[in-house]
């Protein structure tokens, strides 16, 4: 089974940015998709991000559309989210997924495993 752990969460000024990255255990990391996903205070988990297990298709939650940037490196099982441009509503704990299949993980119930989460404030 895929063990994954995020790193790199902070607080920010409002117009910064942050670089969060997972590192996953593992062979079948390079077969999978990847995700990343946040939760707000109060607010049910909600995707952000996903990436094909080859990095070559990669889609994006209309909030974060063109500030945030989705990326693997499968010689080191590592996916990162890089955020630019940060907003106050860009507070949550960010997930990591492993997706079920190659191409993406959009959904909750299309994952198979999750970090512990790391913590992002935006503050303004």
């Known amino acids: 089974q895929v063990q994954l752990a995020e790193s790199g969460g902070g607080l920010v000024q409002a117009g910064g940015s942050l670089r969060l990255s997972c590192a996953a255990s593992g062979r079948t990391f390079s077969s999978r998709a990847m995700g990343w996903f946040r939760q707000a205070s109060g607010k049910e988990r909600e995707f952000v991000a996903t990436?094909?297990?080859?990095?070559?298709?990669?889609y994006y939650a209309d909030s974060v559309k063109g500030r945030f940037a989705i990326s693997r490196d499968n010689a080191k099982n590592t996916v990162d989210l890089q955020m630019n441009s940060l907003e106050p509503e860009d507070t949550a704990v960010y997930y990591c997924?492993?997706?079920?299949?190659?191409?993406?993980?959009?959904?909750?119930?299309?994952?198979?495993?999750w970090g512990q989460g790391t913590q992002v404030t935006v503050s303004s």
């Open positions: 997924a492993l997706g079920r299949s190659k191409i993406s993980v959009f959904s909750m119930r299309n994952a198979d495993s």
């Open positions: 990436i094909s297990w080859s990095g070559d298709s990669t």
